[in-house]
């Protein structure tokens, strides 16, 4: 018997509504880089709505088999075997991409992971491509709403290194990486999709 498949249901309530929002942004040929992939109901929806791109979906290494339960399952031609990959090493082992999606991690992560996320991301991407991060975020310190507030008290009585992140910490993280923010989408569950575009480098100066 083939071991049951990881499911979350937040991945399977929210898959649709982000759609909406990648579609706004992936073109045919992009090379997507998926960090977290979680259950891989992202990672299968996604390169199934987009058949003509390319979907990297990684994990890190506890993780991955778990994840590749659902991917090999799915039998997808642009969805590969998921990948290890941390973003605490200094160097990211897989190619420079168009599109790195992360969906419920920033806020899982502890500070010094998010801010390795955004500066491995600024290395990775190709110049002109998107960052795109979906999850929960404060806005000048303050919580969007009391719900999102005793989120951030379970995340910190799990782990008190994680916590629901401050919007203007995270866009100075993607501006000091070369990133500018084009799009901050609120979604639904007190959720947003914020999307950056990697701005080329002009003459040494960004």
Known sequence: MNPPL??????????????EVLARHLTRGDSVL???????????????????????SSDISSNVDSLNLRISAAQLPNLPAAI???????????????VIYSANSLHIMSTASVEKFFSGAGTKLRDNGVLLAYGPFKYDGAFTTES???????????????????FEWVNDLA??????????????????FLVWKKTKLEHGVR
Request: charged share 20%; with cysteine; net charge negative.
């Open 148 to 166: 999102n507030a005793h989120f951030d008290l379970w995340l910190k009585d799990r782990d008190p290194r994680s916590g629901v992140r401050d």
């Open 6 to 19: 990881p499911f979350s249901q937040a991945s399977e309530n929210n898959k649709r509504v982000i759609l």
């Open 34 to 56: 998926e960090i977290g992939g979680g259950s891989g109901q992202h990672a299968v929806f996604f390169a199934t709505c987009f058949r003509e791109l390319h979907w990297q």
């Open 84 to 98: 290890s990959l941390d973003v605490n090493d200094p160097d990211w082992s897989c190619p420079c991409c168009n």
């Open 175 to 192: 501006e000091n990486a070369g990133l500018t923010l084009l799009e901050d989408n609120a979604m639904p569950a007190n959720n947003q």
